[in-house]
T-cell receptor, first 109, second 113 residues
Framework: EDKVVQSPLSLVVHEGDTVTLNCSYEVTNFRSLLWYKQEKKAPTFLFMLTSSGIEKKSGRLSSILDKKELFSILNITATQTGDSAVYLC?????????FGAGTILRVKS | NAGVTQTPKFRVLKTGQSMTLLCAQDMNHEYMYWYRQDPGMGLRLIHYSVGEGTTAKGEVPDGYNVSRLKKQNFLLGLESAAPSQTSVYFCASDPDGLYYGYTFGSGTRLTVV
């Protein structure tokens, strides 16, 4: 069965901390792994990863994929209260996405 | 440039009632999807469509029907609502089902009492 597992389920940090969110997967016909940020409404796209070892970076956020070990991490440095959200990992196989349950991040000021 | 629009945004139904959720996209995307999101379970695929006139079952299709009569619209129907269908429903569209991520609608919060 295709599945995506995210960890931790939730965490609370203080502003300025660095966090690492994990996503492991087991799917057939892997095409890509995507990260989304969800704040109360629709998920918004962060990164798409297709190749191992190539870091994607956007400001304080970065992500990398390991296709051999079947996982990805999302790093957020110098966290801010605006980073508080649910972070979703999704894996594309065929023409569908399977989502993990998400990691709830709360950043305290 | 509206993107993906879902209507309604909120709805309360009584058990056994029926309703239709509408998803409209103005990006000429071929692929459209309906997901439900429940606490602790991420998004789960209900049905999807790979083009006008096509539909296919996803992970949790029971209790739902869909139609894609026009390329820009994807309708999700509940014929006889049950409390287990209380959820947040998201529609998404995709240009070609390949590597790119989805464009999501803003969601519909449905409560069945």
């Amino acid at each position: 069965e295709d599945k995506v597992v995210q960890s931790p389920l939730s965490l609370v940090v203080h502003e300025g901390d660095t966090v690492t969110l994990n996503c492991s997967y087991e799917v057939t016909n892997f095409r890509s792994l995507l990260w989304y940020k969800q704040e109360k409404k629709a998920p918004t796209f962060l990164f798409m990863l297709t190749s191992s070892g190539i870091e994607k970076k956007s400001g304080r956020l970065s992500s990398i994929l390991d296709k051999k070990e079947l996982f990805s991490i999302l790093n957020i440095t110098a966290t801010q209260t605006g980073d508080s959200a649910v972070y979703l990992c999704a894996v594309r196989y065929g023409n569908k996405l399977v989502f993990g349950a998400g990691t709830i991040l709360r950043v305290k000021s | 440039n509206a993107g993906v629009t879902q209507t309604p945004k909120f709805r309360v139904l009584k058990t056994g009632q029926s309703m239709t959720l509408l998803c409209a996209q103005d990006m000429n995307h071929e692929y459209m999807y309906w997901y439900r999101q429940d606490p602790g379970m991420g998004l789960r695929l209900i049905h999807y469509s790979v083009g006008e006139g096509t539909t296919a079952k996803g992970e949790v299709p029971d209790g739902y029907n869909v139609s894609r009569l026009k390329k820009q619209n994807f309708l999700l129907g509940l014929e006889s609502a049950a409390p287990s269908q209380t959820s947040v429903y998201f529609c998404a569209s995709d240009p070609d089902g390949l590597y790119y991520g989805y464009t999501f609608g803003s969601g519909t919060r449905l409560t069945v009492v």
